[in-house]
């Protein structure tokens, strides 16, 4: 994959589909990488510039962590996206962000509207408490790595009927989640404890659709429905997955997405 030097960091990308299209920036989960994207490409690629990047720590991004003490850590996950949009020459573009890729897109839309043309939050939270949870998930990656968080949250990310289904796909973005650098998924989990955007929603005036997995336990159906209704003009569409809806229902997912973009 190549790397764009930003300046702060060197982050991972790619880019698919005619220069000349609307730009499409896809903004991955906690413990992923730009390759959770890759079921979707086939479906987007043919209307936009799709750009994918690696947030800083994951896939093969790295740099300094985020600084979460700093009550920063979202915020320079977007600045890190806008620097790469600036790399690239593109002044606006969709985005688009699943789970903590949904918290850095959001934060960009309120704060950062002239860089968002319209908005795609999937299966996202603006915040995600109790913070006790994330301390503990933070303690046993410290003291063990991620691989005692695996299988947990492989099934928090897949329904029972796709891990058996789609074996392959799974062991895929297992092996994602396990190369993520522990550190740095250790200073994002205290980015998204740290976080509450709840009070900016009402700042965001993209047009925006909210997707929602109706078996997602992490980011609950409830949850989307309360996001919905925090941003002006938001619609909500579901599909039946779990937490990465892009990958478990990919055509529901797609369909959404192209239509909220206009290309349906």
């Excluded at 991955?28 to 994207?37: E, I, N, V």
């Excluded at 329904?159 to 796909?169: H, I, P, S, V, Y």
């Excluded at 740095?184 to 993209?206: F, P």
Aim: with cysteine; net charge neutral.
């Amino acid at each position: 994959m190549p790397l764009v030097d930003t300046g702060r960091i060197r982050l991972e990308y790619d880019q698919h589909g005619a220069a000349d299209r609307p730009a499409l920036l896809l903004l991955h989960a906690l413990g992923s990488s730009l390759a959770m994207w890759d079921a979707q490409l086939p479906r987007l690629a043919p209307h936009f510039r799709v750009l994918r990047c690696s947030l800083r720590g994951h896939g093969g991004s790295r740099g300094a962590a985020v600084n979460a003490d700093a009550g920063d850590g979202i915020a320079t996950f977007a600045d890190d996206a806008c620097a790469l949009l600036d790399a690239l020459g593109v002044a606006r573009a969709h985005w688009c962000g699943l789970s903590l890729g949904g918290m850095v897109a959001m934060w960009a839309a309120a704060q950062r509207p002239d860089r968002v043309t319209r908005l795609i939050l999937s299966n996202t939270a603006p915040w995600m408490g109790p913070a006790a949870a994330w301390t503990q998930r933070i303690e046993v990656v410290r003291a063990q790595g991620l691989a005692p968080l695996a299988d947990a949250t492989m099934e928090r990310w897949f329904t029972a009927a796709f891990r058996e289904r789609e074996a392959a796909e799974v062991a895929r973005i297992r092996g994602i989640f396990l190369a993520t650098d522990p550190p740095a998924y250790v200073a994002a989990c205290e980015a998204i404890r740290a976080m509450d955007q709840r009070a900016q929603l009402g700042a965001i005036h993209a047009p925006t659709l909210v997707i929602q997995g109706t078996k997602d336990a992490g980011t609950t159906p409830e949850t989307a429905a309360a996001l919905r209704a925090a941003i002006a003009g938001a619609r909500l569409a579901t599909v039946d997955a779990a937490h990465l809806s892009c990958v478990e229902a990919a055509d529901a997912w797609a369909a959404a997405a192209l239509a909220h973009l206009g290309m349906d």
